[in-house]
């Protein structure tokens, strides 16, 4: 009997968690595995099992009775039959190898980014390493894998991550948006966003991201009135004029851009508008103007929206132009 208890038991190798009856060793292996899985979304590393006094035998026992589940070479799923959340992310990097990194947008939540979402985990390794293939990763092989955080989850600093995660994105507009959120969330800060630009050579969104992190980082050199102004023309609308003075409740109002013979109005938001206060100073003024007139018609232009895509701005733009048009000969008629 004892030698087969001892076979169901995992087999030789198992006495050295302790004496006992195989009650208590299993109670022993789950309560290690627990300890682990704790720390790590649900999933534990075979070698870190091991160092805890668990055996080969003991984790194949665990794994045969269907209580502990493969999750690749290294991986050993505790809590359930396959990793979810932040365990995803330690067997994507157990199984990548122990220089790999966490990087891009994946590297960006792991550092507290909220409100994003990949359906792809970005892994990075070193362009001589050996890694694995794993369904849901997208590896990266780099020469250079850049400042990296080493604590808990490998992954590389936020703001390389960042600029990879603009780089990486499938659209422009996701770029921008990722570039924005990481900022705006205090995730990096627009000097270690500067400095980590200008360290890039080569870039295959040179010029968008360049306009992108301007306008982010530096309002002075974003998007202004004039450039709109000068797209206008281009597209063979009126230009507007600028920074044109009204009177609301709460005093002067400066619109940015005005088109006085059509009563409509454009004002151009710069990423700064979305930080602190600013938006809810540019929201009074706004509603300042509403009140104190009920035929203007008033649009509002992201600079990031425009420096991606301005052909949709300039045909409101036109529309709002016709618009006030047959406002006015209504009013006349």
Request: glycine residues 12%.
């Amino acid at each position: 009997m004892a030698k087969q208890s001892a076979q169901e038991d995992g087999g030789p190798g198992s006495g050295p968690i302790g004496a006992g009856t195989s009650a208590d060793r299993l109670d022993r292996r789950a309560r290690i595995g627990g300890e682990l899985a704790r720390l790590r979304g649900g999933v534990a590393l075979r070698q870190d099992l091991l160092s805890a006094g668990l055996t080969r035998h003991d984790i194949d026992g665990q794994v045969r009775r269907r209580l502990w589940h493969r999750g690749g070479k290294h991986t050993i799923c505790i809590d359930g039959r396959e990793p979810t959340g932040e365990g995803l992310l330690w067997r994507a990097l157990w199984e990548s190898g122990p220089r790999s990194v966490l990087d891009g947008p994946t590297a960006l939540i792991a550092a507290g980014l909220t409100s994003w979402t990949e359906d792809l985990i970005h892994v990075t390794v070193p362009r001589n390493a050996t890694y694995r293939r794993l369904p849901g990763v997208r590896h990266h092989v780099l020469r250079d894998l850049g400042p990296r955080v080493t604590t808990g989850l490998r992954r590389t600093k936020p703001e390389v991550a960042l600029v990879r995660a603009a780089e990486w994105a499938r659209s422009d507009r996701a770029a921008a948006t990722l570039l924005a959120m990481a900022v705006q969330q205090r995730l990096v800060s627009t000097t270690a966003l500067l400095e980590r630009w200008e360290c890039v050579g080569r870039s295959r969104r040179r010029s968008v991201l360049d306009g992108v992190i301007k306008d982010i980082c530096d309002g002075a050199h974003s998007i202004n009135e004039l450039d709109v102004s000068r797209a206008c023309r281009g597209a063979g609308l009126p230009e507007p004029s600028r920074q044109a003075v009204r009177t609301g409740p709460g005093g002067r109002v400066y619109l940015d851009l005005f088109w006085e013979g059509e009563d409509v109005h454009a004002e151009i938001h710069g990423a700064h508008h979305f930080v602190g206060l600013k938006v809810v100073d540019d929201s009074l003024r706004l509603n300042d103007l509403a009140i104190t007139s009920d035929t203007m018609i008033s649009l509002q232009i992201p600079v990031l929206g425009w420096r991606i895509s301005p052909a949709p701005f300039l045909d409101q733009i036109r529309a709002a132009i016709e618009e006030g048009r047959r406002r006015r000969r209504r009013r006349a008629g």
